[in-house]
């Protein structure tokens, strides 16, 4: 730790520490600061802004002994743009990083023994893998800009180029750019809830090469809409369809509920596993096609489904994970709040010739509790994949009194997914392997299988006194 006083600014410092996020930690002025771009070891020299602040912030001066594992970012705007804060640390390291940030997640909780977590598997090629794109629209003094957030701010930066996405969503950013110029459309105003367009989202299919453009507008429609469809279209003539989000909520929120279609279809067609599924603009999809099938197949694997197996999937989106677990099963039950998603699920269960699966959209907590009490279906396996908050502590328990052979929870936190964890190791159910899979390079973001199987004797709340207390906590969902 460095120990200058409060008057001094530019400090020379060691990086601590990575975060989970990806940002380097540093201790000075008595402070935990997060610096994006560090890589831990680094001795750096830093500007410290306002060190009596609770949360200062630091620029980088100079990097006086850098990281053996650094390298130079692709992307021109790293730093500034919120999006990526690994890009300086090379493609290995980062998968051994998310390794480890899974392995400190899991022993935190589980504390009396150590969990199997195998290696992150990783992209042979992890550039312009992400398939779908939000791209935020704001004002640049008296002109619109779109780009992405800075970190922890409403400022967009501007980028071209963006070494993750899929190259389309650049031709039509400018597309739009170029049209609300012409046309002096306002931008929308995150603070004072005004102006018209808000956000401009793409989403590809990677096997089939189609796009759908969203636009999210704080109305109805947009001037020259006309223009803009044959402008787009010229642009990108893999377009299959351009929809209007009508949003007018003052929230953070990307989508409401409310889709036009202005041109085409609204209906995106890919292939994953070797099935076809069709999703809405609102339906949840993985956004790395070529991840989503490790991920998938690892859950499937892990999951060992025979054809006697009857098999819960829960929050199953548009089924994408469902449809495949299907071919190895007896039946399946899919359960997903979203009935627009549910909708895509049945329709993509159709498409694919699979009969065997019943899908719900409800609440899972109440659903699980419907199919389990009163219609008396007992599961072999249960796949779940919920969302960054995890499982309601209600669920978990049901789980495992319903006691599966297997349980195979796919998650997007290893935070949630290590609290979730100590719960059904307490109530019966060892978590036998972890396999971390990369599906954002150059984030700090990590995708997890975990794999539970019951215990030789059930688990009591003695042996780890005062961990379901503490798992418990966090109830939102």
Same mark, same amino acid.
């Given at each position: 730790?460095?120990?200058?006083?409060?008057?001094?600014?530019?400090?020379?410092?060691?990086?601590?520490?990575?975060?989970?996020?990806?940002?380097?930690?540093?201790?000075?002025?008595?402070?935990?600061?997060?610096?994006?771009?560090?890589?831990?070891?680094?001795?750096?020299?830093?500007?410290?802004?306002?060190?009596?602040?609770?949360?200062?912030?630091?620029?980088?001066?100079?990097?006086?002994?850098?990281?053996?594992?650094?390298?130079?970012? =692709?992307?021109?705007?790293?730093?500034?743009?919120?999006?990526?804060?690994?890009?300086? !640390?090379?493609?290995?390291?980062?998968? #051994?990083?998310?390794?480890?940030?899974? %392995?400190?997640?899991?022993?935190?909780?589980?504390? +009396?023994?150590?969990?199997?977590?195998?290696? *992150?598997?990783?992209?042979?090629?992890?550039?312009?893998?992400?398939?779908?794109?939000? $791209?935020?629209?704001?004002? /640049?003094?008296?002109?619109?800009?779109?780009?992405? $957030?800075?970190?922890?701010?409403?400022?967009?930066?501007?980028?071209?180029?963006?070494?993750?996405?899929?190259?389309?969503?650049?031709?039509?950013?400018?597309?739009?750019?170029?049209?609300?110029?012409?046309?002096?459309?306002?931008?929308?105003?995150?603070?004072?809830?005004?102006?018209?367009?808000?956000?401009?989202?793409?989403?590809?299919?990677?096997?089939?090469?189609?796009?759908?453009?969203? !636009?999210? !507008?704080?109305?109805?429609?947009?001037?020259?809409?006309?223009?803009?469809?044959?402008?787009?279209?010229?642009?990108?003539?893999?377009?299959?369809?351009?929809?209007?989000?009508?949003?007018?909520?003052?929230?953070?929120?990307? !989508?409401?509920?409310?889709?036009?279609?202005?041109?085409?279809?609204?209906?995106?067609?890919?292939?994953?596993?070797?099935?076809?599924?069709?999703?809405?603009?609102?339906?949840?999809?993985?956004?790395?096609?070529?991840?989503?099938?490790?991920?998938?197949?690892?859950?499937?694997?892990?999951?060992?489904?025979?054809?006697?197996?009857?098999?819960?999937?829960?929050?199953?989106?548009?089924?994408?994970?469902?449809?495949?677990?299907? %071919?190895?099963? %007896?039946?399946?039950?899919?359960?997903?709040?979203?009935?627009?998603?549910?909708?895509? #699920?049945?329709?993509?269960?159709?498409?694919?010739?699979?009969?065997?699966?019943?899908?719900?959209?409800?609440?899972?907590?109440?659903?699980?509790?419907?199919?389990? +009490? =009163?219609?008396?279906?007992?599961?072999?396996?249960?796949?779940?994949?919920?969302?960054?908050?995890?499982?309601?502590?209600?669920?978990?328990?049901?789980?495992?009194?319903?006691?599966?052979?297997?349980?195979? $929870?796919?998650?997007?936190?290893?935070? *949630?997914?290590?609290?979730?964890?100590?719960?059904?190791?307490?109530?019966?159910?060892?978590?036998?392997?972890?396999?971390?899979? /990369?599906?954002?390079?150059?984030?700090?973001?990590?995708?997890?299988?975990?794999?539970?199987?019951?215990?030789?004797?059930?688990?009591?709340?003695?042996?780890?006194?005062?961990?379901?207390?503490?798992?418990?906590?966090?109830?939102?969902?």
């Amino acid at each position: 730790m460095h120990n200058a006083s409060s008057a001094e600014r530019t400090v020379t410092v060691r990086v601590d520490a990575q975060d989970p996020s990806g940002a380097g930690v540093i201790h000075t002025f008595g402070k935990k600061i997060l610096v994006t771009g560090l890589i831990v070891g680094e001795k750096v020299a830093l500007h410290i802004k306002n060190p009596q602040d609770t949360y200062p912030e630091a620029e980088i001066k100079k990097i006086v002994e850098p990281s053996p594992h650094r390298v130079e970012p =692709k992307c021109p705007v790293f730093g500034r743009c919120g999006g990526c804060s690994l890009q300086m !640390l090379a493609y290995p390291e980062q998968l #051994a990083l998310k390794k480890r940030v899974v %392995k400190a997640a899991l022993q935190k909780t589980l504390e +009396d023994r150590s969990v199997l977590v195998r290696p *992150t598997l990783g992209m042979k090629d992890p550039w312009l893998y992400r398939n779908k794109v939000q $791209y935020p629209v704001g004002r /640049d003094g008296k002109f619109p800009v779109i780009g992405f $957030y800075a970190p922890v701010s409403y400022r967009i930066v501007s980028n071209r180029g963006c070494p993750i996405q899929h190259p389309e969503a650049d031709l039509l950013k400018t597309v739009l750019l170029s049209h609300m110029k012409k046309h002096r459309i306002s931008p929308y105003d995150e603070r004072e809830g005004e102006g018209l367009v808000r956000t401009l989202m793409t989403r590809k299919g990677f096997a089939t090469g189609e796009i759908t453009l969203i !636009l999210v !507008l704080n109305g109805g429609s947009m001037p020259a809409m006309e223009e803009f469809v044959e402008a787009a279209r010229a642009a990108v003539p893999a377009l299959t369809g351009i929809v209007v989000n009508q949003n007018t909520k003052k929230s953070r929120v990307i !989508l409401s509920r409310e889709n036009r279609v202005v041109w085409g279809t609204p209906i995106l067609t890919d292939k994953l596993l070797g099935h076809t599924f069709e999703l809405s603009p609102n339906s949840f999809y993985q956004v790395n096609h070529t991840q989503a099938e490790v991920l998938y197949r690892t859950a499937l694997e892990l999951a060992a489904i025979g054809p006697g197996d009857t098999v819960f999937d829960l929050y199953s989106g548009a089924g994408t994970l469902t449809v495949p677990a299907a %071919k190895q099963a %007896k039946e399946v039950w899919g359960i997903e709040l979203s009935s627009e998603a549910t909708a895509d #699920a049945q329709r993509n269960a159709k498409r694919n010739g699979i009969e065997n699966v019943h899908f719900v959209a409800g609440d899972v907590v109440k659903e699980v509790a419907r199919l389990i +009490d =009163k219609k008396k279906i007992s599961p072999d396996v249960i796949i779940l994949d919920p969302p960054r908050a995890g499982c309601d502590k209600s669920l978990l328990l049901m789980l495992a009194g319903a006691r599966p052979k297997r349980i195979v $929870y796919v998650s997007c936190d290893p935070q *949630t997914l290590a609290r979730d964890l100590g719960i059904l190791e307490l109530h019966g159910y060892r978590v036998a392997e972890v396999q971390p899979v /990369d599906l954002f390079p150059h984030t700090g973001h990590i995708e997890a299988v975990a794999l539970l199987e019951p215990m030789t004797r059930k688990a009591t709340a003695e042996k780890k006194p005062g961990h379901e207390a503490r798992a418990g906590k966090d109830k939102n969902r």
